[in-house]
């Protein structure tokens, strides 16, 4: 399965972005999906936002009442709505989709920057 995530850019304090994560096969319906994202200079990646395979969405606190995550299973693609950005969004966002249960590693997308300025 290969992830391509996408929509990251510059954008000021308060501003919006979508970004998208397109899928090579129906995988998101399968375990569901997250998208990730890693600070500058932080060594570990923070889930934001998850959803399950039934549907359900899970928003880390710092996120929440901000951020929107969306899936489009007849496109194999998942959207992350980023309302009210602020500058500690900035950030490397990665998708991720769960190993199913034959494989051994997670699915990543590529990484798509985010950039909120002051």
């Known amino acids: 399965v290969q992830l391509q995530a996408s929509g990251g850019g510059l954008v000021q304090a308060g501003g919006s972005l979508r970004l998208s994560c397109t899928a090579s096969?129906?995988?998101?319906?399968?375990?569901?999906m997250g998208w990730y994202r890693q600070a500058p200079g932080k060594h570990m990646r923070e889930l934001v936002a998850s959803i399950t395979s039934g549907g359900r969405t899970n928003y880390a606190d710092s996120v929440k009442g901000r951020f929107t995550l969306s899936r489009d299973s007849a496109k194999n693609m998942a959207y992350l709505q980023m309302n009210s950005l602020k500058p500690e969004d900035t950030a490397v966002y990665y998708c991720?989709?769960?190993?199913?249960?034959?494989?051994?590693?997670?699915?990543w997308g590529q990484g798509t920057q985010v950039t909120v300025s002051s």
């Open positions: 096969e129906n995988i998101f319906d399968i375990n569901g």
């Open positions: 991720n989709a769960p190993a199913r249960n034959y494989e051994s590693v997670d699915h």
